[in-house]
């Protein structure tokens, strides 16, 4: 029978006007962030997502039996993996957790086969790089870089406790847009609800290839006890301990095992589902996201000294993956580059040495 997927071809992306130079412009302002960041904390830190509040070993299975628009890639045949996972949340500075924004959950397929894309030859991992909320704040690079630039130039002159008291204004408006039903990318940027990091579902936000098709991907929590936690709507409370994500998300993998859906949601309509605009969410009534693979995160000390020096020197990147899930449209042609360069400075600056890992035993406890 035929299906409505749109199959994956490389004319699918079209690049925007003068985009080379808008990403070199891209890790010019990156670049430019490192070096007061650096100044700041006396070694460099991911200029995005710089502090960890969970770091976990455990692995991802791929379901048997997927109909032949799932079976693809990497999920093209049942298996397990090894994987290892930080999460994180956005901004490119270390800041108490009362600054609230998008959680990222990025995670490390290890010893994958299959061609990897272009450029990769750093090893064999997949990775994947997913942040709360179903889409991107802009829709391309250029509209990127000119928010970073804003950022960038504005925000060392916010003291700390002004960007909690902007953080907190923009998490209340966002609740309430969110009671009338509307929500923003944007807004939720800036702040977002504090739901507890493992009950929280984690998007692609830009679309990547999905072998014959086009997708966007999503990890969301599926343990009894994660919904429950998310039903209950708690909020973790920020204020009086700095490192309320880490505390939250530490104390709930010490008593428990956290269990993930890995769902896609496959591209049927090239003009509703755009390649190139990150901001559009895709319609969930046109194409559902529908579950692929596995994820076990066993009961574990999720963070240690060793094990945050470790996976600090390591880079989660877009660009690290299989030709079968090569990143798609503007945003992610921009972090096709950025990622590689900032990791390459991050860690020269901070004397490490990049290699990919091969086993999650190399992990500290
Ligand atoms: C043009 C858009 C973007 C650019 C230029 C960008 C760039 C970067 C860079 C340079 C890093 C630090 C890399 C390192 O030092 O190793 C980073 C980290 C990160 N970004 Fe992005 N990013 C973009 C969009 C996104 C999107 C769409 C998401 C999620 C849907 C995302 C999620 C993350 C996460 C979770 C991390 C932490 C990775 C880690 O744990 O190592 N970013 N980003």
């Given amino acids: 029978m035929k299906n409505n997927y749109v199959p994956y071809n490389p004319s699918v992306e079209v690049p925007i006007e003068d985009e080379q130079h808008v990403i070199d412009e891209i890790i010019a302002s990156m670049t430019r962030l490192n070096g007061r960041t650096r100044e700041k904390f006396g070694h460099n830190v991911r200029v995005s997502h710089a502090k960890s509040h ?27 993996y090894p994987i290892i996972v930080r999460l994180a949340n956005v901004p490119g500075e270390i800041i108490p957790d009362a600054v609230n924004t998008q959680r990222g959950f990025s995670f490390k397929i290890l010893n994958v086969n299959g061609q990897m894309i272009a ?79 493992l009950a929280e579902a984690y998007y692609s936000q830009a679309p990547l290839r999905y072998g014959k098709y086009i997708a966007k991907l999503a990890v969301v929590p599926v343990s009894a006890t994660q919904i429950t936690l998310a039903k209950a709507g708690e909020k973790v409370d920020s204020y009086g301990d700095v490192n309320a994500l880490r505390t939250a998300t530490v104390n709930y993998l010490r008593e428990n095992d956290a269990e993930f859906e890995i769902r896609i949601q496959l591209c049927t309509d090239l003009e509703k589902m755009p390649v190139e605009d990150a901001n559009k969410e895709w319609d969930e009534e046109e194409s559902p996201y529908l579950p692929v693979a596995r994820i076990r995160l066993p009961k574990q000390e999720a963070y240690s000294e060793a094990r945050q020096q470790y996976i600090e020197a390591l880079s989660f990147s877009v660009a690290h993956c299989l030709e079968d899930h090569r990143p798609l449209g503007s945003i992610m042609r921009a972090r096709l580059q950025a990622y590689p360069e900032m990791a390459r400075v991050r860690r020269q600056g901070n004397g490490q040495q990049s290699t990919e890992p091969t086993s999650v035993e190399q992990v500290p406890a």
């Fill in 119 to 197: 450029g990769y030859e750093g090893g064999h991992t997949q990775d994947f790089v997913l942040d709360t909320g179903k889409s991107f704040p802009t829709p391309d690079a250029k509209a990127f870089l000119m928010q970073h630039k804003m950022v960038i130039e504005h925000a060392p002159q916010f003291p700390t406790i002004v960007k909690e008291v902007v953080s907190t204004v923009a998490r209340v408006t966002n609740e309430a847009l969110n009671v009338v039903g509307a929500d923003s990318a944007k807004l939720d940027f800036f702040g977002d609800s504090r739901i507890h990091p």
């Fill in 54 to 80: 969970g770091l976990a070993v455990g692995e991802l299975t791929v379901m048997d039996s997927l109909p032949e628009h799932l079976a693809q890639g990497l999920f093209a045949e049942p298996a397990t």
